[in-house]
């Protein structure tokens, strides 16, 4: 393997993890208060009264998503729109590098 392959390895990492990581700490509910967040989305939304009921917080991990409820209907998504296509395209390219790593192997080993 060549030495500057390493290196690009290590970039790869370290940029992958960082959305990840991102993501993460939108839906973990211990690393921010979702009911003051869910406030301040609510109000800069635009015309809010202040007198619709706070319902709850709907969390999933696959893909990140954290949906504040509101009685009226209203729905705030609290996970920024670019987070899961960019962990899509991260995830598909660590796949398709680690199958060229697994077929440049078996290559070599029966060359």
Known sequence: MADWSYVAMALFG??????IGFGLLNVVPWFKDEHET??????????????????????????????CRWGDGYRQQLVVDWLNPTVAVIVGLFGAALLTAVISAVARRRG
């Open 38 to 67: 869910c406030f301040v989305y609510r109000r800069q939304g635009g015309a809010w009264d202040g007198e619709d009921e706070f319902v709850g917080v709907d969390r999933t991990f696959v893909p990140f998503s954290v949906v």
């Open 14 to 19: 370290v940029v992958s993890l960082w959305p």
